[in-house]
């Protein structure tokens, strides 16, 4: 919301009058996912499609939640006014598809769909920008194809026993069959628009160009956060190979008060059963603690022993070891504050809270969600009374301090 009056537009009409509310929430859940997005899971400004047309990852993400809008307004509320009126769902049913043909021949059937440029021509007007006022052809047509999942080709996948991911209806929730695009209103009306986005890119997307640039930015970001709060950084450091092996390239280190902290950065997306929670794991975040085991030995090992490290981080060579942490930084929040190989796990939302120093944004000072009276739900203090320093921040994270109250 702070970043939706800043933008300006919450003193802006959005769309005609009648629709500016609506138009207005879809704005800022779009703006949300945004957010979501680039802060934590590296994505730039631009997604590319699989035909590698880029589109404006604000307009793909708007473009979903004003489907989400459309089939809520004038399929899901208008199917159970008539519902409540009738008693009768088959009836309702009925009604809906009827006033549709009959005001404007508009298809109000459970099952929507449409030709590929009718598709695109209805979205334009969805794509319209200071420098597109009539809105962009080019663009629509993009972000028909990133949220499209063409079923042709899956069927020809499943036929065939081949591997591959396989969209779920809410992550690309445009069906292509042939020639025709399909829709399914009651799907696209109730779905989490963030989940989809994340994991279209994420997981589906793993494939994707800019998928090793998005883990790099996110290392990028949080060394340029740990910086603005005084610790000095070094990004992919590689470790000398050693008696062991190679420990492999250290996502990042950082140092403060003369404590170090290693991080391993794992980014993926949002699971959607707890089977695929407890593969994450048992397979990933297991890997990960043997990972930081190793890195956390490099660097305490080159610290001793070499000056160029030490020098990079601010460290006096020749000094006494410091202080060495290891944590485990996931996109995802499975196995929070778990440990693996004896180290923390935590996910990058968590560590930016505590770094930017953003609990009082989580807390309800009107007691809608918990029905508790306001008094009860004060902002909660700073999570740095006395200032901030390295041993207070790692006693915030190991303590979960950002959820105190929460």
Partial sequence: ???????????????????????????????????????????????????????????????????????????????????????????????????????????????????????????????????????????????????????????TQLRAGATGLKPDLFERPILKMGQTLLQLPWVVGLQNNSTAAINNLRRLGQRRGEFRAETQRIETQLGAMLEQRGFRVALNWHPPVGLDGNAGEVDVICARDGTVLVLEVKSTYLRRSQQDAWQHETTTLRKAGQQIRRKVAAVQLALTNEAELAQRLGLE?????????????????????????????????????????????LHDPSGMFTQAVPAAHAEPQGLYPQGFSAGRLIEVVETRAVWDGV
């Fill in 317 to 361: 060579v020749g000094a006494p070891a410091p202080a060495i942490y290891g944590w485990i930084v996931d996109t995802s929040i499975e196995c929070d504050h778990q440990r693996f190989g004896g180290f923390l796990k935590i996910s990058v939302e968590e560590l930016l809270i505590a770094l930017r120093d953003d609990r009082h944004l």
């Fill in 1 to 155: 919301m702070e970043s939706f009056v800043d933008s300006g537009m919450a003193t802006q009409r959005i769309g005609s009058a009648e629709n500016h509310e609506l138009n207005q929430l879809a704005y800022i859940k779009a703006l949300r996912t945004q957010l979501q997005l680039t802060d934590v899971y590296g994505v730039s400004d631009t997604v590319t499609t699989k035909a590698g047309d880029t589109v404006p990852l604000f307009q793909a993400l708007l473009s979903l939640e004003l489907m989400n809008v459309f089939f809520q307004r004038d399929f899901l509320e208008t199917y159970v006014n008539h519902l409540r009126s009738t008693g009768n769902w088959a009836m309702a049913l009925g009604m809906l598809a009827f006033n549709g043909l009959r005001d404007g021949s508009q298809n109000r059937f459970p099952l929507t769909w449409s030709s590929r440029d009718d598709k695109i021509a209805n979205m334009v007007g969805w794509t319209v920008a200071p420098e597109h006022p009539q809105g962009n052809p080019r663009h629509a047509a993009a972000i028909v194809d990133f949220w499209t999942s063409d079923w042709s080709k899956l069927a």
